[in-house]
């Protein structure tokens, strides 16, 4: 089982960017990936989840609008599209899962995630 989470970068404030989180060994679609982000200083926070049935978790209501979450189900990957990016958005971004079919509640954290994909730096600055 391997993840590999990508399409990090440099955007202003405002801007756009799309990650991607590539999995091997196991068929994605069939379970829950999470983003999580970690800010430097900070504790790792959940982002994002899609579950293995298409539910959507968000973690943090000031994400709701701006960030949303997907699955190509014949390239098995998983997408964080990130819009309207703020500085505050910067840190490094990494994709889980637990190999179990739903999201974790809120607050959960990475708790239960078996598998990480190495992370993606997304830095929003002017």
């Known amino acids: 089982v391997q993840l590999q989470a990508s399409g990090g970068g440099l955007v202003q404030p405002g801007g756009s960017l799309r990650l991607s989180c590539a999995a091997s060994?196991?068929?994605?679609?069939?379970?829950?990936i999470t983003w999580f982000r970690q800010a430097p200083g900070k504790e790792r926070e959940e982002v994002l989840c899609i579950s293995g049935r298409q539910e959507h978790t968000y973690y943090a209501d000031s994400m709701k609008g701006r960030f949303t979450i997907s699955r190509d189900n014949a390239k098995n990957t998983v997408y964080l599209q990130m819009n309207s990016l703020k500085p505050e958005d910067t840190a490094v971004y990494s994709c889980?899962?637990?190999?179990?079919?739903?999201?974790?509640?809120?607050?959960?954290?990475?708790?239960?995630?078996?598998?990480w994909g190495k992370g993606t730096q997304v830095t929003v600055s002017s």
């Open positions: 889980a899962t637990g190999l179990v079919v739903g999201c974790a509640p809120r607050g959960t954290g990475p708790a239960g995630m078996d598998y």
């Open positions: 060994g196991f068929t994605l679609e069939d379970y829950a």
